[in-house]
Protein backbone atom coordinates (compact mmCIF):
# COMPACT_ATOMS: atom_id res chain seq x y z
CA UNK A 1 0.00 0.00 0.00
CA UNK A 2 2.61 2.55 0.71
CA UNK A 3 4.56 1.40 -2.23
CA UNK A 4 1.19 2.48 -4.11
CA UNK A 5 0.82 5.69 -2.39
CA UNK A 6 4.54 6.64 -3.46
CA UNK A 7 3.81 5.84 -7.08
CA UNK A 8 0.97 7.91 -7.11
CA UNK A 9 2.98 11.18 -5.98
CA UNK A 10 6.17 10.44 -7.97
CA UNK A 11 4.46 9.73 -10.82
CA UNK A 12 2.13 12.79 -10.54
CA UNK A 13 -0.83 10.96 -10.94
CA UNK A 14 -4.39 12.96 -11.14
CA UNK A 15 -7.34 10.90 -9.69
CA UNK A 16 -9.94 13.95 -10.90
CA UNK A 17 -11.36 11.79 -13.21
CA UNK A 18 -12.59 9.32 -10.61
CA UNK A 19 -16.71 8.47 -10.80
CA UNK A 20 -18.13 10.46 -8.10
CA UNK A 21 -20.77 9.40 -5.58
CA UNK A 22 -24.22 9.91 -6.85
CA UNK A 23 -25.90 12.44 -3.71
CA UNK A 24 -30.17 12.23 -3.77
CA UNK A 25 -30.34 13.16 -7.40
CA UNK A 26 -28.40 15.99 -7.15
CA UNK A 27 -25.29 14.75 -8.94
CA UNK A 28 -25.80 16.40 -11.78
CA UNK A 29 -25.90 20.58 -10.10
CA UNK A 30 -23.42 18.99 -7.89
CA UNK A 31 -20.81 17.91 -10.82
CA UNK A 32 -21.86 21.55 -12.88
CA UNK A 33 -20.23 22.98 -9.60
CA UNK A 34 -17.17 21.24 -9.44
CA UNK A 35 -16.40 21.74 -13.02
CA UNK A 36 -16.95 25.40 -13.62
CA UNK A 37 -15.56 26.99 -10.47
CA UNK A 38 -13.77 29.57 -11.25
CA UNK A 39 -10.88 30.58 -9.80
CA UNK A 40 -12.63 33.41 -7.60
CA UNK A 41 -14.99 31.40 -6.27
CA UNK A 42 -12.72 28.77 -5.40
CA UNK A 43 -10.47 31.26 -3.53
CA UNK A 44 -13.58 32.92 -2.10
CA UNK A 45 -14.27 29.50 -0.55
CA UNK A 46 -10.74 29.32 0.71
CA UNK A 47 -11.53 32.93 2.38
CA UNK A 48 -14.77 31.81 3.63
CA UNK A 49 -13.51 28.80 5.73
CA UNK A 50 -10.32 30.78 6.84
CA UNK A 51 -12.36 33.11 8.62
CA UNK A 52 -15.17 30.77 9.83
CA UNK A 53 -12.28 28.75 11.73
CA UNK A 54 -10.79 32.53 12.76
CA UNK A 55 -13.83 33.29 14.89
CA UNK A 56 -14.67 29.96 16.23
CA UNK A 57 -11.28 29.83 17.56
CA UNK A 58 -11.06 33.14 18.64
CA UNK A 59 -13.21 31.28 21.13
CA UNK A 60 -12.08 28.18 21.81
CA UNK A 61 -8.21 28.57 21.66
CA UNK A 62 -8.00 31.34 23.96
CA UNK A 63 -10.46 29.24 26.85
CA UNK A 64 -8.19 26.34 25.88
CA UNK A 65 -4.94 28.41 27.04
CA UNK A 66 -6.78 29.33 30.28
CA UNK A 67 -8.19 26.27 31.47
CA UNK A 68 -4.93 25.09 33.03
CA UNK A 69 -5.19 28.58 35.40
CA UNK A 70 -8.77 29.68 35.82
CA UNK A 71 -10.26 26.00 36.03
CA UNK A 72 -7.60 24.14 37.61
CA UNK A 73 -8.21 20.11 37.36
CA UNK A 74 -11.86 20.03 35.57
CA UNK A 75 -9.62 22.21 33.11
CA UNK A 76 -7.23 19.75 32.12
CA UNK A 77 -8.49 16.71 32.72
CA UNK A 78 -11.73 18.79 30.44
CA UNK A 79 -8.91 19.18 27.85
CA UNK A 80 -7.78 15.64 27.77
CA UNK A 81 -11.59 14.01 27.57
CA UNK A 82 -12.04 16.09 24.56
CA UNK A 83 -9.13 14.95 22.68
CA UNK A 84 -9.87 11.37 24.15
CA UNK A 85 -13.17 11.50 22.29
CA UNK A 86 -11.24 12.95 19.14
CA UNK A 87 -9.71 10.03 18.81
CA UNK A 88 -12.21 7.81 18.87
CA UNK A 89 -14.11 10.05 16.17
CA UNK A 90 -11.70 9.65 14.32
CA UNK A 91 -11.67 5.97 13.77
CA UNK A 92 -15.30 6.24 12.62
CA UNK A 93 -17.07 9.28 11.82
CA UNK A 94 -15.17 11.82 9.75
CA UNK A 95 -16.06 9.71 6.42
CA UNK A 96 -19.51 8.77 7.23
CA UNK A 97 -20.41 12.37 8.27
CA UNK A 98 -18.89 14.00 5.30
CA UNK A 99 -20.57 11.67 2.72
CA UNK A 100 -24.28 11.87 4.75
CA UNK A 101 -24.05 15.49 4.99
CA UNK A 102 -21.03 16.85 2.33
CA UNK A 103 -18.38 18.75 3.73
CA UNK A 104 -20.20 22.35 3.70
CA UNK A 105 -22.51 21.45 6.38
CA UNK A 106 -20.19 19.21 8.47
CA UNK A 107 -18.42 22.25 9.15
CA UNK A 108 -21.29 24.02 10.87
CA UNK A 109 -22.70 21.11 12.51
CA UNK A 110 -19.28 20.49 13.96
CA UNK A 111 -18.64 24.05 15.29
CA UNK A 112 -21.77 23.50 17.24
CA UNK A 113 -20.18 21.18 19.52
CA UNK A 114 -17.72 23.91 20.09
CA UNK A 115 -20.59 26.26 21.12
CA UNK A 116 -21.93 24.10 23.94
CA UNK A 117 -18.62 23.65 25.36
CA UNK A 118 -17.98 27.14 25.68
CA UNK A 119 -21.73 27.31 27.34
CA UNK A 120 -20.31 24.71 29.87
CA UNK A 121 -17.61 27.30 30.98
CA UNK A 122 -19.84 29.20 32.50
CA UNK A 123 -20.73 27.47 35.15
CA UNK A 124 -17.18 25.02 34.87
CA UNK A 125 -18.50 22.02 36.95
CA UNK A 126 -17.15 18.04 36.34
CA UNK A 127 -20.87 17.52 35.20
CA UNK A 128 -20.80 20.56 32.23
CA UNK A 129 -17.18 20.30 31.76
CA UNK A 130 -16.31 16.55 30.75
CA UNK A 131 -19.96 15.78 28.85
CA UNK A 132 -19.30 19.04 26.97
CA UNK A 133 -15.87 17.85 26.15
CA UNK A 134 -16.71 14.95 25.70
CA UNK A 135 -19.36 16.27 22.60
CA UNK A 136 -16.63 18.40 21.38
CA UNK A 137 -14.01 15.52 21.22
CA UNK A 138 -17.29 13.67 18.63
CA UNK A 139 -17.44 16.72 16.59
CA UNK A 140 -14.07 17.90 16.08
CA UNK A 141 -12.67 14.93 13.97
CA UNK A 142 -15.87 15.77 11.22
CA UNK A 143 -14.90 19.46 11.39
CA UNK A 144 -11.28 18.71 10.51
CA UNK A 145 -11.72 16.30 8.28
CA UNK A 146 -14.13 18.15 6.30
CA UNK A 147 -11.96 21.15 6.55
CA UNK A 148 -8.89 19.52 5.11
CA UNK A 149 -10.67 17.68 2.63
CA UNK A 150 -12.26 20.77 0.91
CA UNK A 151 -8.92 22.90 0.85
CA UNK A 152 -7.29 20.07 -0.86
CA UNK A 153 -10.06 18.97 -3.18
CA UNK A 154 -10.19 22.69 -4.37
CA UNK A 155 -6.91 23.02 -4.37
CA UNK A 156 -6.29 20.44 -6.78
CA UNK A 157 -8.87 22.18 -9.42
CA UNK A 158 -7.07 25.52 -8.77
CA UNK A 159 -3.98 24.01 -9.40
CA UNK A 160 -5.31 22.67 -13.24
CA UNK A 161 -6.48 26.36 -13.38
CA UNK A 162 -3.26 27.92 -13.09
CA UNK A 163 -1.09 25.31 -14.54
CA UNK A 164 1.14 25.43 -11.35
CA UNK A 165 1.79 21.62 -9.32
CA UNK A 166 -0.29 20.60 -6.79
CA UNK A 167 1.75 20.37 -4.00
CA UNK A 168 2.57 23.95 -4.74
CA UNK A 169 -0.87 24.94 -4.50
CA UNK A 170 -2.21 22.88 -1.96
CA UNK A 171 0.83 24.22 0.88
CA UNK A 172 0.03 27.79 -0.37
CA UNK A 173 -4.10 27.17 0.74
CA UNK A 174 -3.20 25.63 3.96
CA UNK A 175 -0.53 28.13 4.02
CA UNK A 176 -2.98 31.52 3.83
CA UNK A 177 -5.68 29.06 6.05
CA UNK A 178 -3.87 29.32 9.19
CA UNK A 179 -2.55 32.23 8.48
CA UNK A 180 -6.25 33.36 9.51
CA UNK A 181 -6.64 30.58 11.67
CA UNK A 182 -3.46 31.61 13.77
CA UNK A 183 -4.29 34.49 14.25
CA UNK A 184 -7.29 34.05 16.46
CA UNK A 185 -4.55 33.53 19.32
CA UNK A 186 -4.18 37.32 18.92
CA UNK A 187 -7.95 38.31 19.46
CA UNK A 188 -8.55 35.22 21.35
CA UNK A 189 -5.90 35.94 23.91
CA UNK A 190 -6.41 40.21 23.40
CA UNK A 191 -9.99 39.44 24.77
CA UNK A 192 -8.90 37.46 27.19
CA UNK A 193 -6.47 40.28 28.93
CA UNK A 194 -9.06 42.76 28.78
CA UNK A 195 -11.53 41.31 30.62
CA UNK A 196 -8.85 39.67 33.06
CA UNK A 197 -6.94 42.78 33.34
CA UNK A 198 -10.15 44.33 35.38
CA UNK A 199 -9.36 41.95 38.37
CA UNK A 200 -8.86 42.73 41.59
CA UNK A 201 -5.13 41.41 42.15
CA UNK A 202 -3.45 42.13 45.33
CA UNK A 203 -0.58 44.27 44.49
CA UNK A 204 1.66 43.63 47.52
CA UNK A 205 1.46 39.66 46.81
CA UNK A 206 4.68 38.39 45.98
CA UNK A 207 6.61 35.17 44.77
CA UNK A 208 9.01 34.38 47.43
CA UNK A 209 10.62 31.58 45.76
CA UNK A 210 10.80 32.64 41.76
CA UNK A 211 13.11 29.46 41.48
CA UNK A 212 10.61 26.83 41.78
CA UNK A 213 8.47 28.51 38.20
CA UNK A 214 9.68 27.70 35.20
CA UNK A 215 11.10 24.12 34.37
CA UNK A 216 11.26 23.24 38.23
CA UNK A 217 7.53 23.87 38.63
CA UNK A 218 6.37 20.24 40.01
CA UNK A 219 2.49 19.21 40.84
CA UNK A 220 3.49 18.89 44.55
CA UNK A 221 5.22 21.72 44.93
CA UNK A 222 3.11 24.84 47.23
CA UNK A 223 3.54 28.76 46.10
CA UNK A 224 2.88 31.34 48.18
CA UNK A 225 1.34 33.52 45.48
CA UNK A 226 -1.51 34.68 44.73
CA UNK A 227 -1.28 33.84 41.38
CA UNK A 228 -3.63 30.79 40.67
CA UNK A 229 -6.10 32.75 42.86
CA UNK A 230 -9.69 31.58 40.62
CA UNK A 231 -10.79 34.85 38.43
CA UNK A 232 -14.38 36.28 39.40
CA UNK A 233 -17.58 35.16 38.05
CA UNK A 234 -18.75 38.65 36.27
CA UNK A 235 -15.24 38.17 34.30
CA UNK A 236 -16.40 35.01 33.09
CA UNK A 237 -19.60 35.89 32.22
CA UNK A 238 -18.58 38.41 30.01
CA UNK A 239 -15.24 36.33 28.73
CA UNK A 240 -17.39 33.44 27.86
CA UNK A 241 -20.49 35.35 26.55
CA UNK A 242 -17.86 37.11 24.09
CA UNK A 243 -16.36 33.55 22.58
CA UNK A 244 -19.79 32.48 22.09
CA UNK A 245 -21.01 35.18 19.92
CA UNK A 246 -17.62 34.90 17.85
CA UNK A 247 -18.76 30.88 17.48
CA UNK A 248 -22.07 31.31 16.23
CA UNK A 249 -21.34 34.11 13.96
CA UNK A 250 -18.36 31.63 11.93
CA UNK A 251 -20.99 29.56 12.06
CA UNK A 252 -23.11 31.64 10.36
CA UNK A 253 -20.40 32.48 7.69
CA UNK A 254 -19.77 29.07 6.68
CA UNK A 255 -23.61 28.18 6.32
CA UNK A 256 -24.45 31.15 4.45
CA UNK A 257 -21.10 32.04 2.34
CA UNK A 258 -19.64 28.83 1.39
CA UNK A 259 -20.14 26.66 -1.76
CA UNK A 260 -21.29 23.30 -1.95
CA UNK A 261 -18.79 21.06 -3.23
CA UNK A 262 -18.53 16.77 -3.77
CA UNK A 263 -15.44 15.06 -3.22
CA UNK A 264 -14.45 12.85 -5.93
CA UNK A 265 -14.54 9.03 -4.80
CA UNK A 266 -15.18 5.70 -6.02
CA UNK A 267 -18.83 4.60 -6.66
CA UNK A 268 -18.75 1.42 -3.87
CA UNK A 269 -17.62 3.93 -1.28
CA UNK A 270 -20.27 2.68 1.55
CA UNK A 271 -22.88 5.30 2.37
CA UNK A 272 -23.16 4.94 6.08
CA UNK A 273 -21.77 4.99 9.67
CA UNK A 274 -20.40 0.84 9.40
CA UNK A 275 -17.45 -1.38 10.09
CA UNK A 276 -16.44 -1.34 6.45
CA UNK A 277 -16.03 2.81 7.70
CA UNK A 278 -14.01 1.43 10.69
CA UNK A 279 -11.92 -0.86 8.81
CA UNK A 280 -11.02 1.52 5.81
CA UNK A 281 -9.79 4.31 8.99
CA UNK A 282 -7.87 1.68 10.59
CA UNK A 283 -6.71 -0.15 7.39
CA UNK A 284 -4.68 3.46 6.95
CA UNK A 285 -2.29 2.77 9.68
CA UNK A 286 -1.00 -0.33 7.54
CA UNK A 287 0.68 2.03 5.12
CA UNK A 288 3.98 2.64 5.48
CA UNK A 289 3.88 6.23 4.96
CA UNK A 290 1.50 6.43 7.91
CA UNK A 291 3.64 4.50 10.05
CA UNK A 292 6.66 6.69 9.52
CA UNK A 293 4.70 9.76 9.84
CA UNK A 294 3.17 8.80 13.33
CA UNK A 295 5.65 9.99 16.07
CA UNK A 296 5.92 13.48 14.01
CA UNK A 297 1.97 14.28 13.88
CA UNK A 298 1.61 13.26 17.69
CA UNK A 299 4.60 15.67 18.30
CA UNK A 300 2.41 18.12 17.05
CA UNK A 301 -0.44 18.09 19.48
CA UNK A 302 2.52 17.61 22.30
CA UNK A 303 3.91 21.18 21.28
CA UNK A 304 0.83 22.65 21.02
CA UNK A 305 -0.42 21.50 24.28
CA UNK A 306 2.54 22.50 26.14
CA UNK A 307 2.23 25.81 24.92
CA UNK A 308 -1.28 25.98 25.75
CA UNK A 309 -0.95 24.79 28.91
CA UNK A 310 2.12 24.29 30.37
CA UNK A 311 4.07 26.90 29.37
CA UNK A 312 1.01 29.01 30.23
CA UNK A 313 0.81 27.61 33.92
CA UNK A 314 4.54 26.93 34.84
CA UNK A 315 6.55 29.92 33.54
CA UNK A 316 3.47 32.94 32.55
CA UNK A 317 0.74 32.40 35.59
CA UNK A 318 3.25 31.19 37.71
CA UNK A 319 5.92 34.46 37.52
CA UNK A 320 3.65 37.22 36.07
CA UNK A 321 0.21 36.48 36.89
CA UNK A 322 -2.58 35.14 34.77
CA UNK A 323 -3.23 38.55 33.84
CA UNK A 324 -0.06 38.13 31.32
CA UNK A 325 -1.21 34.80 29.72
CA UNK A 326 -3.38 36.77 27.11
CA UNK A 327 -0.17 39.27 26.14
CA UNK A 328 2.37 37.15 25.62
CA UNK A 329 0.14 34.57 23.41
CA UNK A 330 -0.96 36.94 21.08
CA UNK A 331 3.26 37.55 20.56
CA UNK A 332 2.77 33.53 20.17
CA UNK A 333 -0.39 34.12 17.58
CA UNK A 334 0.75 36.79 15.26
CA UNK A 335 3.93 34.85 14.89
CA UNK A 336 2.05 31.34 14.22
CA UNK A 337 0.17 33.17 11.53
CA UNK A 338 2.39 35.58 9.44
CA UNK A 339 4.85 32.40 9.15
CA UNK A 340 1.95 30.33 8.52
CA UNK A 341 1.50 32.44 5.46
CA UNK A 342 4.86 33.25 4.18
CA UNK A 343 5.81 29.22 4.49
CA UNK A 344 3.84 28.29 1.46
CA UNK A 345 5.51 30.77 -0.81
CA UNK A 346 8.85 29.93 0.91
CA UNK A 347 8.77 26.09 0.23
CA UNK A 348 8.12 26.84 -2.87
CA UNK A 349 11.79 28.58 -2.93
CA UNK A 350 13.51 26.00 -1.08
CA UNK A 351 11.63 22.91 -0.72
CA UNK A 352 9.70 20.87 2.21
CA UNK A 353 12.89 19.66 3.66
CA UNK A 354 14.71 23.14 4.81
CA UNK A 355 11.41 24.83 6.21
CA UNK A 356 10.82 21.25 8.39
CA UNK A 357 14.90 21.30 9.55
CA UNK A 358 14.81 24.84 10.28
CA UNK A 359 11.58 24.39 12.89
CA UNK A 360 13.46 21.61 14.32
CA UNK A 361 16.86 23.00 14.79
CA UNK A 362 14.49 26.10 16.08
CA UNK A 363 12.16 23.85 18.41
CA UNK A 364 15.40 22.26 20.19
CA UNK A 365 17.00 25.19 21.01
CA UNK A 366 13.94 26.47 22.75
CA UNK A 367 13.77 23.23 24.93
CA UNK A 368 17.40 23.77 25.71
CA UNK A 369 16.67 27.28 27.17
CA UNK A 370 13.02 26.72 28.79
CA UNK A 371 15.10 24.05 30.50
CA UNK A 372 17.74 26.16 31.73
CA UNK A 373 16.08 29.66 32.53
CA UNK A 374 14.70 30.71 35.61
CA UNK A 375 11.93 33.14 34.85
CA UNK A 376 11.63 36.16 36.98
CA UNK A 377 9.20 38.23 37.40
CA UNK A 378 11.07 41.72 36.57
CA UNK A 379 12.48 40.89 33.42
CA UNK A 380 9.12 39.89 31.29
CA UNK A 381 11.03 40.32 27.98
CA UNK A 382 11.90 36.75 27.38
CA UNK A 383 8.45 35.00 27.84
CA UNK A 384 7.64 37.13 24.79
CA UNK A 385 10.59 36.21 23.16
CA UNK A 386 10.31 32.62 23.37
CA UNK A 387 6.38 32.98 22.50
CA UNK A 388 7.87 34.64 18.88
CA UNK A 389 10.00 30.95 18.75
CA UNK A 390 7.52 29.09 19.26
CA UNK A 391 5.42 30.61 17.00
CA UNK A 392 7.43 30.06 14.06
CA UNK A 393 7.70 26.46 14.61
CA UNK A 394 4.33 25.57 15.44
CA UNK A 395 3.23 27.51 12.20
CA UNK A 396 5.31 25.03 10.19
CA UNK A 397 4.37 21.89 12.06
CA UNK A 398 1.00 22.82 11.21
CA UNK A 399 1.37 23.91 7.72
CA UNK A 400 3.80 21.62 6.47
CA UNK A 401 2.49 18.39 8.24
CA UNK A 402 -0.98 19.26 6.54
CA UNK A 403 0.20 19.73 3.39
CA UNK A 404 2.20 16.35 3.59
CA UNK A 405 -0.89 14.19 4.16
CA UNK A 406 -2.63 15.94 1.71
CA UNK A 407 -0.12 15.44 -1.46
CA UNK A 408 0.58 11.64 -0.23
CA UNK A 409 -3.02 10.78 0.08
CA UNK A 410 -5.19 12.29 -2.65
CA UNK A 411 -7.09 9.77 -2.90
CA UNK A 412 -8.22 8.76 0.30
CA UNK A 413 -8.13 12.23 1.70
CA UNK A 414 -10.82 11.36 4.37
CA UNK A 415 -9.27 8.79 5.89
CA UNK A 416 -5.51 10.56 6.11
CA UNK A 417 -6.68 13.54 7.64
CA UNK A 418 -8.96 11.59 10.07
CA UNK A 419 -5.67 9.65 10.51
CA UNK A 420 -3.67 13.16 11.19
CA UNK A 421 -6.31 14.59 14.02
CA UNK A 422 -5.82 10.52 15.36
CA UNK A 423 -2.52 10.78 16.09
CA UNK A 424 -2.00 14.28 16.39
CA UNK A 425 -4.97 14.26 19.26
CA UNK A 426 -3.09 10.83 21.23
CA UNK A 427 -0.11 14.10 21.47
CA UNK A 428 -2.87 16.24 23.26
CA UNK A 429 -4.19 13.22 25.52
CA UNK A 430 -0.75 12.22 26.57
CA UNK A 431 0.27 16.01 27.45
CA UNK A 432 -3.24 16.95 29.30
CA UNK A 433 -3.12 13.64 30.92
CA UNK A 434 0.25 13.55 32.76
CA UNK A 435 -0.40 17.85 33.15
CA UNK A 436 -0.63 17.83 36.38
CA UNK A 437 1.42 14.82 37.61
CA UNK A 438 4.76 14.96 36.51
CA UNK A 439 7.13 18.01 36.59
CA UNK A 440 7.66 20.52 33.75
CA UNK A 441 11.08 19.93 32.83
CA UNK A 442 9.87 16.14 32.27
CA UNK A 443 7.48 17.17 30.02
CA UNK A 444 10.35 18.90 28.17
CA UNK A 445 12.79 16.21 27.95
CA UNK A 446 9.64 13.77 26.08
CA UNK A 447 9.24 16.89 23.72
CA UNK A 448 12.57 16.51 22.83
CA UNK A 449 12.82 12.52 22.32
CA UNK A 450 9.50 12.70 20.35
CA UNK A 451 10.56 15.35 17.78
CA UNK A 452 13.59 13.27 17.15
CA UNK A 453 11.90 10.13 16.66
CA UNK A 454 9.63 12.20 14.27
CA UNK A 455 12.25 13.67 12.07
CA UNK A 456 13.82 10.03 11.95
CA UNK A 457 10.56 8.88 10.52
CA UNK A 458 10.28 11.86 8.27
CA UNK A 459 13.50 11.80 6.55
CA UNK A 460 12.86 7.84 5.92
CA UNK A 461 9.62 9.47 4.20
CA UNK A 462 11.36 12.17 2.45
CA UNK A 463 14.47 9.64 0.84
CA UNK A 464 11.76 7.02 -0.42
CA UNK A 465 9.84 9.30 -2.06
CA UNK A 466 13.21 10.83 -3.41
CA UNK A 467 13.99 6.94 -4.23
CA UNK A 468 10.08 6.78 -6.49
CA UNK A 469 10.56 9.85 -8.06
CA UNK A 470 14.00 9.00 -9.83
CA UNK A 471 12.64 5.40 -10.60
CA UNK A 472 10.17 7.39 -12.61
CA UNK A 473 12.12 9.40 -14.19
CA UNK A 474 14.24 6.26 -15.11
CA UNK A 475 11.31 4.58 -16.84
CA UNK A 476 9.92 7.58 -18.51
CA UNK A 477 13.26 7.97 -20.07
CA UNK A 478 13.25 4.65 -21.16
CA UNK A 479 10.60 4.63 -22.82
CA UNK A 480 11.09 7.61 -24.61
CA UNK A 481 14.51 6.30 -25.82
CA UNK A 482 12.83 2.94 -26.96
CA UNK A 483 9.87 4.87 -28.73
CA UNK A 484 12.81 7.26 -30.51
CA UNK A 485 14.51 3.91 -31.94
CA UNK A 486 10.96 2.37 -33.95
CA UNK A 487 11.33 5.89 -36.06
Request: aromatic share 14%; net charge neutral; with cysteine.
Amino acid sequence: MAKADFNDLANGENHSNDPIVPKSGQQKAYDNVNKHMSKGRILKNLVVVSIAFLLQFTAFQSLSNLQSSINEEVGTVGLSVIYGALVLSCLILPPAVIHLLGCKWTLPLSMLSYILYMFANIYPQWWTIIPAAAILGLGAAPLWSAKCAYLTETATWYAKLTKETEQAIVTRFFGIFFFFFQTSQIWGNLISSLVLQKSKVDQNATIKDTSQCGASLCPYIKLNTTNFEPIEDDQRYLLCGIFIGCAFLGMAIVSIFLDTIVLERKRNAPTGLSLQLFQRTVRHWRHGTQLLLIPLTMYSGLEQAFIAADFTKSYITCTLGVQWVGYIMICYGVCDAIFSFLTGFIVKVVGRVPIFMFAAICQFALKVVLLMWKPDPNEVWPFFLIAVGWGLCDAVWQTQINALYGCLYPRKQEEAFANYRLWESLGFIIAFAYSAEICTYIKLYVLIGVLALGLIGYGIVEIKLKVKQKQSADIETEETTEDTKKY
